[in-house]
């Protein structure tokens, strides 16, 4: 076994690590810390089942997004779609039998890389052009549309223009998942793919993309509208509540 | 020390809206007067700037990350996708960056990076981190104070990050190492000592709404009523403290009376409780706000009414029905078949429907009316039974009381609707070039009726617009006495007699 198999095999297993440990720190950190008041944007839903509704609509067709800049909606749900349609393609290289979701979207999922990056080329001439968003852009904001760019069109060169023994490559994630390392190609473009990968994913925790679990805790979209009807209470205010004077 | 108001120039109205091109630190000079020792203690801050403040403010925003879990979501899941940037009405009005909603957040999201995450600490200038410092201190006085917190901004961010929240904690952190607001904090302080933001006594308050009624009585010769302190009356009505002198807040209160005498509903104000402004929410301090809303359940109390009813109030409206279950409930010992708390709104539309209310449109057949949805009420709040209530309810009223009203733009007005310029505990005399400039989306929207369907006048059921818009409308060529209560619309068509 080459000494390359062995260090992406370690870099793989870190990565999963990272990601995993780091969400779970970070979701139980939102969950532990409270929302002491009602605070939704309203209107709001006055349900439970609405919010669950509300929280739908925000995930998948981006509502609020729509609402606030149609260019921004438009690229960026192009580039979630596709990533979205692409990592369940990718599914493929994982299990065996495959899953029924990754070879119904075998065929669609190629083309799906492309929309991705128009998405995301979309979302970096906006962050580049507009005056507005070049002043609140950090190096950050562009090296993330830098990476995911980066890792979509390594995968497509895979794809369209020098192909990878992809056979190889499902044997050796195979293998990290049952701890039975196999090969991996010698195949630059495929390390270049994988390594921004794993940079991605040990990224994760630790950047913006945090806005994927913080959607579902954020107060002013996950609460009911109800405050009239039911009480709220966080455990530090009830403290307050206990001693509430007027102070005078 | 800040600085008295400096010149400025009036910004020209555009007849189709556009979105400036940023004008960095076009606003670096405005800022609010500090508040003096005498405002900040009464309200369990430090007098003056402490000496290890930067320890302090790291130390304060470290507690709050842990008891207001809006923090460190919304510093976190910001991607800088730029909806919000040209959704403020301060940067729409001044073209400075660090009003776009995302910028200032940024002020206080760069500190949180440097000391509260790994990518700050190890990578600050990669993501954006910075240190602590004198300047950042002074770029959160100045730019938490060009915020209304009218949350027009988390309407279009895919995460719901309200701005209003970081403005709050920005605020928050300031006033515990000694920077706090004048304006703000003297007016908590006289709330806490005597009841309302003015300072009004109750024999001046008692003096007051004895001239109302002889106003009213000369007027349309009805023995209305305005009383104080009345025990065993079903309603307590908390309202504004400048219902009872300012204008046009004035003629709304003599409308809610109308109401309440001809629905023949008992009802009284408190001097105890003669606020329902509560601008603790406007420092983001839990403690203030409860203190303040605390008067509010002790006079329920001690007058042994069975309704609360909140009078024409933005803010107020969004504490109390948002809030006040939290902080002041619950209210087990009213009327559990009417809302607690009741909008007075809700409280005029359920008579309508109820078919207590006759209305004679022709009295206000000399006026062409538009209604400004306030902020607070819009996006933080509700009236009704249904989600929207707070927008329906109101031109209900408006449409039963007068034969001619128009919307604004629709871009401009329910959940999409622009701050008056002055909310948040910005509606003072040092910030008037914010408040002109910060009025001008708005002022394009009435703009646009008053040429098109010839509107006169423009209804508010917020005290601080209606203050906001009487000081502004004149810098815009438009006549102060356009802005209008709710209810001087509704009281002036209302028929009054003994029929009901």
């Known amino acids: 076994m080459s000494v390359l198999t062995a260090i992406f095999a370690l870099l793989f297993y870190t990565a999963i690590v990272v990601l995993v440990a780091g969400l779970v720190a970070k979701i139980r950190q939102y969950a532990r810390t409270p929302a002491p008041l009602k605070i939704p944007t309203t209107p709001a839903p006055t349900t439970r089942g609405g919010v669950v509704a509300r929280l739908f609509r925000e995930v998948v067709l981006f509502e609020s997004l729509f609402k606030g800049s149609k260019w921004s909606w438009l690229f960026g749900w192009l580039f979630h779609f596709g990533l979205l349609i692409v990592l369940v393609r990718h599914l493929r290289y994982f299990t065996e039998p495959i899953w029924f979701a990754a070879a119904l979207v075998q065929d669609i999922g190629v083309y799906m890389g492309f929309v991705m990056l128009l998405g995301l080329l979309g979302l970096l001439a906006r962050r580049s052009l507009v005056d507005r968003l070049r002043y609140i852009s950090a190096p950050s904001d562009y090296l993330m549309l830098a990476l995911l760019i980066a890792i979509g069109g390594s995968g497509l060169l895979m794809k369209f223009v020098a ?60 609460q009911a509208d109800d405050p009239r009807e039911r009480r709220h209470l966080a455990p530090w205010a009830a403290k307050l509540d206990a001693t509430r004077t007027l102070g005078n | 020390m800040a600085k008295a108001k400096q010149e400025f120039a009036t910004p020209v109205l555009a007849d189709i809206p556009i979105i400036p091109a940023i004008a960095p630190d076009a606003m670096a000079h405005s800022k609010p007067f500090k508040a003096k020792p005498e405002h900040q203690e009464p309200l369990g801050f430090p007098g003056e700037l402490v000496g290890n403040w930067k320890e302090k403010a790291l130390d304060k925003m470290g507690e709050m990350l842990g008891k207001y879990r809006s923090l460190p979501v919304f510093l976190d899941a910001c991607v800088k996708c730029g909806a919000c940037t040209d959704k403020c009405h301060y940067y729409l009005g001044t073209a400075d960056p660090k009003n776009m909603p995302v910028a200032r957040q940024d002020l206080l999201r760069k500190v949180y990076r440097r000391h509260f995450t790994v990518a700050g600490k190890y990578f600050p200038k990669l993501v954006g981190a910075v240190e602590l410092s ?30 209003a929240e970081i403005t709050m904690a920005g605020r928050e952190i300031l006033a515990h190492i000694g920077v706090g607001q004048k304006y703000s904090n003297e007016i908590i302080a006289k709330v806490h000592k005597i009841g309302n933001n003015l300072g009004l006594p109750k024999p001046a308050l008692a003096d007051t709404l004895e001239g109302l009624e002889e106003e009213v009585q000369e007027d349309i010769e009805v023995d209305v009523k305005y009383p104080l302190d009345q025990e065993g009356a079903e309603v307590l009505l908390v309202t504004p403290s400048a219902d009872f002198f300012a204008e046009p807040h004035v003629d709304g209160l003599i409308g809610y009376g109308k109401v309440f005498h001809q629905a023949g509903i008992s009802w009284t ?95 206000n057949d000399d006026k062409v009316v538009t209604f400004h949805d306030s902020c607070n009420v819009s996006r933080a709040s509700r009236m009704g039974d249904m989600p ?49 400039k910060g009025a001008v989306p708005r002022m394009e929207a009435l703009k646009k009726v008053i040429d098109e369907d010839g509107v006169t006048h423009m209804a508010a059921i917020c005290a601080i617009c209606k203050s906001q818009f009487t000081k502004v409308l004149p810098y815009y060529g438009m006549g102060m006495d356009m802005i209008v209560s709710v209810h001087q619309l509704v009281g002036d068509a209302l028929v009054m007699g003994a029929e009901h």
């Open chain 1, 163 to 222: 192909r990878t023994d992809i056979v190889a490559v499902k044997a050796f994630f195979l293998g990290l998942m049952r701890f039975d390392w196999q090969p991996l190609p010698a195949d630059a473009l495929l390390w270049i793919h994988l390594l921004l990968v794993a940079a991605l994913m040990i990224i994760f925790p630790f950047s913006k993309l945090l806005h994927v679990p913080g959607l579902f805790f954020s107060p002013t979209r996950n």
């Open chain 2, 134 to 163: 004198e300047e950042v201190i002074e770029d959160w006085y100045k730019y938490y104070h060009q915020c209304s917190e009218c949350r027009r901004c988390s309407v279009y961010c895919p995460y719901g990050i309200d701005t």
């Open chain 2, 269 to 363: 104000l408190s001097s105890f409780a003669s606020e329902a402004a509560n601008f603790g929410i406007f420092i983001g301090n839990y403690e203030n706000m409860q203190k303040v809303a605390m008067r509010i359940r002790q006079a329920a109390l001690d007058l042994g009414v069975k309704r609360i009813v909140v009078g024409e109030c933005g803010h107020a409206w969004r504490v109390a029905y948002s809030f006040w279950n939290t902080l002041i409930g619950p209210f087990d010992f009213l009327d559990p078949n009417y809302p607690v708390p009741q909008h007075v709104c809700e409280f005029t539309y359920d008579l309508i429907n109820r078919g207590a209310l006759k209305f004679d449109k022709e009295a």
């Open chain 2, 388 to 436: 929207g209530g707070q927008f329906m309810i109101p031109r209900a009223l408006l449409k039963a009381a007068c034969n001619h009203y128009v919307d604004m733009a629709p871009d401009t007005i329910h959940e999409h609707t622009f701050c008056c310029g002055g909310g948040g505990g910005l509606l003072t005399d040092d910030l008037v070039e914010l408040r002109v």
